[in-house]
């Protein structure tokens, strides 16, 4: 028979993750920590619960980005649809823009797993720096058009994952990866802040795939902040007005 160890409702009661939602979780835990029992089943540590916070503030909002574009111009043109609006942002969540996070998780598992077996950290982020030039690909995690040449950010989380001590080998090869990016690419490339994102959660033991839920909850806090402005302060006509006024019309040949 399928099963769920998430939760299940009684009639008297809610369990979530084995535990008793109102006699033991409600009042007694915090969002961010109960988002980690959420998602993983056991209660974080100090440093997970840190640095789960540090994440979610970090990635959480960044100017007009094309998910909060997407939604306030879905709730302009739906102001009933505030769920459907908050669905348009989180839609945009691809290898472009958040879901990078999880190809830099990706990425440092790959490399770790040859440093694993032998291999130099530096000498792994060269060859895998080189490989990904070769092919035409962009290296995850490198590259801003806005933030450069470094991404504050990215610094901060780096800064503050090496007061704490919990810098391991994900957030090594991370570094390694910036040098061997700027030699690969002939030009300094800024790290953005998806790879520190990626590298701190596997060094506190996230796995890879759990990396992504990060950033789409942290943004689906930011779009319901635009989306409340939106309300108030409309703007997503005038940026659906703005985008066909820049766009030349040109019959086909």
């Given at each position: 028979?399928?099963?769920?160890?998430?939760?299940?409702?009684?009639?008297?009661?809610?369990?979530?993750?084995?535990?008793?939602?109102?006699?033991?979780?409600?009042?007694?835990?915090?969002?961010?920590?109960?988002?980690?029992?959420?998602?993983?089943?056991?209660?974080?540590?100090?440093?997970?619960?840190?640095?789960?916070?540090?994440?979610?503030?970090?990635?959480?909002?960044?100017?007009?980005?094309?998910?909060?574009?997407?939604?306030?111009?879905?709730?302009?043109?739906?102001?009933?649809?505030?769920?459907?609006?908050?669905?348009?942002?989180?839609?945009?969540?691809?290898?472009?823009?958040?879901?990078?996070?999880?190809?830099?998780?990706?990425l440092l598992e790959a490399a770790q797993e040859r440093v694993s077996a032998g291999a130099d950290s530096a000498n792994v982020a060269e060859e895998m720096?080189?490989?990904?030039?070769?092919?035409?690909?962009?290296?995850?995690?490198?590259?801003?058009?806005?933030?450069?040449?470094?991404?504050?950010?990215?610094?901060?989380?780096?800064?503050?994952?090496?007061?704490?001590?919990?810098?391991?080998p994900h957030v090594l090869l991370a570094r390694e990866f910036r040098d061997a990016a700027?030699?690969?690419?002939?030009?300094?490339?800024?790290?953005?802040?998806?790879?520190?994102?990626?590298?701190?959660?596997?060094?506190?033991?996230?796995?890879?795939?759990?990396?992504?839920?990060?950033?789409?909850?942290?943004?689906?806090?930011?779009?319901?902040?635009?989306?409340?402005?939106?309300?108030?302060?409309?703007?997503?006509?005038?940026?659906?007005?703005?985008?066909?006024?820049?766009?030349?019309?040109?019959?086909?040949?």
């Amino acid at each position: 028979m399928p099963v769920s160890h998430v939760s299940q409702a009684y009639p008297d009661r809610v369990e979530v993750r084995g535990r008793d939602l109102t006699g033991e979780l409600m009042g007694s835990m915090s969002f961010t920590e109960y988002f980690h029992l959420l998602l993983t089943g056991r209660e974080p540590t100090d440093d997970q619960r840190f640095f789960l916070d540090l994440l979610l503030v970090a990635i959480a909002e960044h100017g007009m980005m094309p998910t909060n574009v997407a939604a306030r111009m879905t709730l302009a043109a739906d102001p009933g649809s505030l769920q459907g609006a908050v669905a348009a942002g989180i839609l945009g969540c691809g290898p472009v823009i958040l879901g990078t996070v999880e190809a830099c998780a990706l990425l440092l598992e790959a490399a770790q797993e040859r440093v694993s077996a032998g291999a130099d950290s530096a000498n792994v982020a060269e060859e895998m720096s080189r490989e990904a030039h070769a092919a035409g690909d962009r290296l995850p995690g490198f590259g801003h058009p806005v933030h450069r040449p470094r991404d504050p950010r990215a610094e901060r989380i780096l800064e503050l994952a090496d007061a704490r001590a919990i810098s391991g080998p994900h957030v090594l090869l991370a570094r390694e990866f910036r040098d061997a990016a700027a030699e690969a690419w002939g030009k300094p490339l800024t790290m953005n802040v998806s790879m520190p994102i990626a590298a701190v959660m596997l060094d506190l033991g996230f796995p890879s795939a759990a990396v992504k839920s990060v950033p789409i909850l942290a943004r689906t806090a930011g779009l319901l902040a635009h989306l409340a402005e939106e309300r108030e302060q409309p703007l997503g006509l005038l940026m659906a007005a703005e985008a066909e006024e820049a766009v030349e019309d040109e019959p086909p040949p």
